[in-house]
């Protein structure tokens, strides 16, 4: 896994004051990552426009314009005036050796985007949407400078933003670049070095950014062991039995050695699963919520949920229940794996706060942290196009989810599979962050297309994982 940051300016001077670089040294390196971003699709037929703003975000354009002048055919346009004396002295250099500066936007086939980057601390005036949505609108590969203009330092956005194929970011990644509402602008990132080593750059951080290197599958090491060795998932059956039968398959699949749904005898059952009235003796961990209709029998689930010391994996409609402040009261061990709806209903229940869907996506990170530092013993499975798993204060962020895995049934796997690997010995925190990693993984074995995938696909390709 990867630090991730709100902000990098901190880092930039540590790197003066420890290391005694300059801003002008990372500067130059700056525009070198940029330049070789830009080189890499650029021929010597094909342009490149660098679209540079007034401070040094224009400033790492310029830097990367004046490095690639002479091999290749590129330009600088400057729509604003320049207010950093970096950008101008930068452009003094730029100037001196012939680069040229145009005063429209040209055609290209590379387009870079040094409009803003760290500094945009307000939403763009409509002149600057305009000339966003027109740079978008041209064909051709676009690169954004550190982040796609219009997206603010808070998080919030522009109600334009540049759309990338490629970020190249400055030293280390931002939290700016991993919220689901940029998932679409922001392309493949790169992470550039500003004059020295990355882990010199940075510093301890408690935002993460997963890698599929940090999925923990559950191999079997022991030779002599039996089902036992390997827990009993305990599920809880709703009236749309369904959801509970893609969860025993989601467990049974990612290792569990027992599967059992727990209620009436379903009509149909997957041979490999079993069923009872109630908890079995040597369930290892009770996974509850899915399928589960209003009404239900209260004062049984209370029981089956909260008269044993098993950890819990609760998902929907129990977390929009009262029922859910008691489960966390107790303290047990526990992980919830909400969409962001749930997740508003959660924070109505346990923190007394009314928050929209649309104000949790606008800033996922924030609410997470505070959740998770409400109730450091809850690891919380926030789910979205990049999936953050928070506990105590610390956020995983998973961007490995697809399309593919927006339907029905997805998430009842997913809640199953976190329950298989806490049966097996994980930590309720490995288990969310290896069970998160491994769904969004599998989706992306299917390559054919990103439609047809069904929970069943999602099981079955837990095989060749
Ligand atoms: N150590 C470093 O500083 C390094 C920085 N790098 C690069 O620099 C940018 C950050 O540069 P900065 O100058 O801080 O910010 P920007 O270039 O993004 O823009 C700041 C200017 O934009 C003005 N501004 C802000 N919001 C708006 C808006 N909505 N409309 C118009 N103008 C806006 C702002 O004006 P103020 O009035 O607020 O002063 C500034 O003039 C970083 O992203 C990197 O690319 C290097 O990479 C290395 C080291
Ligand atoms: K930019």
């Not at 000339?131 to 219009?150: H, M, V, W």
């Not at 749309?240 to 025993?248: D, P, W």
């Not at 290892?284 to 909260?306: Q, S, Y």
Request: glycine share 8%; hydrophobic share 45%.
């Amino acid at each position: 896994m990867h630090y991730v940051y709100e902000e990098t300016n901190s880092l930039d001077d540590r790197c003066y004051t420890t290391f005694g670089l300059t801003p002008e040294i990372l500067m130059e390196h700056a525009g070198l990552a940029l330049a070789h971003a830009v080189k890499k699709k650029l021929t010597c037929k094909k342009s490149a426009l660098f679209v540079c703003g007034m401070g040094n975000n224009g400033a790492d354009g310029i830097v990367a314009a004046r490095l690639l002048h002479g091999a290749y055919n590129v330009s600088l346009y400057l729509p604003f005036k320049i207010k950093s004396e970096l950008a101008k002295l930068q452009l003094e250099r730029a100037k001196k050796v012939g680069v040229i500066v145009v005063d429209e936007l040209i055609d290209a086939d590379i387009y870079v985007d040094a409009l803003f980057g760290a500094g945009l601390n307000r939403p763009l005036d409509d002149l600057t949407c305009k000339l966003l949505e027109t740079l978008n609108a041209k064909q051709g590969y676009k690169i954004a400078c550190d982040i796609p203009s219009g997206i603010l330092s808070d998080l919030t956005l522009s109600s334009v933003i540049f759309q990338a194929n490629e970020t190249v970011t400055m030293g280390a990644l931002k939290l700016a670049l991993l919220n689901d509402n940029v998932k679409d602008a922001i392309g493949d990132i790169k992470v550039a070095n500003l004059g020295i080593s990355r882990n010199q750059y940075e510093t301890p951080s408690s935002l993460f950014l997963l890698h599929k290197s940090d999925l923990r599958l559950p191999f079997r090491i022991k030779k002599n062991a039996n089902k036992g060795t390997f827990g009993h998932v305990a599920i809880v059956q709703g009236s749309k039995e369904g959801a509970a039968r893609l969860a025993g398959m989601g467990a049974f699949h990612f290792g569990a050695g027992l599967v059992t749904l727990i209620g009436e005898k379903p009509k149909k059952l997957p041979i490999y699963l079993m069923n009872s009235e109630t908890l079995p003796k040597n369930a290892n961990v009770i996974v509850a919520g899915m399928g589960l209709e209003m009404p239900f029998d209260e004062v049984a689930l209370k029981t089956l949920l909260l008269s044993n010391t098993l950890p819990l994996v609760i998902d929907a409609s129990l977390s929009q229940h009262p029922l859910l402040c008691e489960i966390i009261a107790s303290q047990k061990p526990l992980v919830l794996t909400p969409h962001p709806k749930e997740f508003s209903s959660i924070l109505e229940l346990t923190c007394k706060e009314k928050v929209s869907v649309e104000a949790i996506q606008a800033n996922r990170f924030a609410y997470a942290k505070r959740f998770s530092l409400a109730f450091p013993h809850v690891v919380l499975v926030l789910k979205g196009a990049n999936t953050i798993i928070a506990h105590n204060g610390e956020l995983f962020i998973n961007t490995y989810g697809t399309p593919a895995l927006a339907k029905g049934g997805s998430g009842d796997v997913m809640s199953g599979m976190i329950g298989a690997l806490i049966a097996q010995g994980y930590t309720p925190k490995d288990a969310a962050i290896s069970g998160s990693l491994a769904h969004a993984l599998v989706s992306r074995k299917f390559t054919c297309n990103n439609f047809a995938l069904t929970p069943i696909d999602i099981c079955k390709g837990l095989k060749w994982l």
